[in-house]
């Protein structure tokens, strides 16, 4: 009697055990690689979206050009086009869907799902470079994601001479 040559079925189902194992490891590597990906992919965002802020804020005087003392935008100053000022920016927030650039045009929605924040507080730092302490701002540009992650910049602004 001539014996069949091939596999048992005994080699079958260790063969596609081992398969399957081999996939599912690659599968999840390949799941995770996309999640770090997506995840760096918000902190970029969310961080150019800071850094932008924070640069349109530093761009303003350091002092109000009417003489205000008062933090937070001035009377007459009901959007951000009106600022003329850093601390006029204090309590300023963009909600989900409305994030813009310093012209008031919308960004992309892949921006929209973020909102943004400004805190300015008076501080005094020292500053080595600077030769000790200084007076000055405390500018605080905030990110946050729905899920409850925040990314933020700050930069101190030593008060004019």
Known sequence: MKRCQGFSLAEVLIASAILSFVTLGIVQAVTAGQARTLDALKRARAQALAEVLLEEVLAKPYADPEGATAFGPDAGETV??????????????????????????LYPNDYQSLERSVSVVAVTNSVADLGGDHTGLQVTVSVNEPGGRVWSVERFVPEPN
């Open 80 to 105: 951000r086009i009106d600022f003329d000022n850093i601390d006029d920016y204090h309590g300023y927030l963009e909600s989900a869907g409305a994030i813009a650039d310093h012209a008031d045009s």
